[in-house]
T-cell receptor, first 112, second 115 residues
Framework: QKEVEQNSGPLSVPEGAIASLNCTYS??????FFWYRQYSGKSPELIMS????GDKEDGRFTAQLNKASQYVSLLIRDSQPSDSATYLC????????????FGQGTILTVHP | DAEITQSPRHKITETGRQVTLACHQT?????MFWYRQDLGHGLRLIHY???????NKGEVSDGYSVSRSNTEDLPLTLESAASSQTSVYFC??????????????FGPGTRLTVT
């Protein structure tokens, strides 16, 4: 099993809908989790971080962490065309100080 | 404002040449990382550093080297460029702020083409 796995998508949602992005992880990476957004031709941009079980909300974004089931998700409410990007899930390794392991990314398209 | 910069932003070089990509951060972060990003492979870690004089190999370190002589800079050197090293290179930095938080912030990237 890969350490961090994402649904490769692509995921397409209509404007105004909720976009749900999912990520599962192995036991080897189990501390902190991060969601990055990457526009085409640009660098990854940190949009959410989550460290404990439950939900964390920031504006239209909600990150959810379930350590028992080993998944982390990102919900984007009221999706906008400007949310169209690749979303990368990243996890901090248990014994790898400061190193992140990234998933392959999910391409999200929000159509008007 | 604190930032992380990379130079050059675009580089074309020939096979066999030595190339150095610069990364400079003003966050005063101890941790710095170099990644390459290729279609189908996602972000892969090349080298990383936890502080001055410290360097470590990542998962794809062959053909690359780094040195850390100060907090702000971590240059990445391709000893003898190969076509397989054509990629987009990202530098990132992070600082531990307790509770295992290591939020990494990325530079704008360098697009390297080896012909």
């Amino acid at each position: 099993q890969k350490e961090v796995e994402q649904n490769s998508g692509p995921l397409s949602v209509p404007e105004g809908a909720i976009a749900s992005l999912n990520c599962t992880y192995s036991d080897r990476v189990s501390q902190s989790f991060f969601w990055y957004r990457q526009y085409s031709g640009k660098s990854p941009e940190l949009i959410m971080s989550i460290y404990s079980n439950g939900d964390k909300e920031d504006g239209r974004f909600t990150a959810q962490l379930n350590k028992a089931s080993q998944y982390v998700s990102l919900l984007i409410r009221d999706s906008q065309p400007s949310d169209s990007a690749t979303y990368l899930c990243a996890a901090l390794g248990g014994t790898s100080y400061g190193k992140l392991t990234f998933g392959q990314g999910t391409i999200l398209t929000v159509h008007p | 404002d604190a930032e992380i910069t990379q130079s050059p932003r675009h580089k074309i070089t020939e096979t066999g040449r030595q190339v150095t990509l610069a990364c400079h951060q003003t966050w005063n972060h101890n941790n710095m990382f170099w990644y390459r990003q290729d279609l189908g492979h996602g972000l892969r870690l090349i080298h990383y550093s936890y502080g001055v004089q410290d360097t470590n190999k990542g998962e794809v370190s062959d053909g690359y080297s780094v040195s850390r002589s100060n907090t702000e800079d971590l240059p990445l050197t391709l000893e003898s460029a190969a076509s397989s090293q054509t990629s987009v290179y990202f530098c990132a930095s992070s600082e531990s702020r307790g509770q295992g938080t290591y939020e990494q912030y990325f530079g704008p990237g360098t697009r390297l083409t080896v012909t």
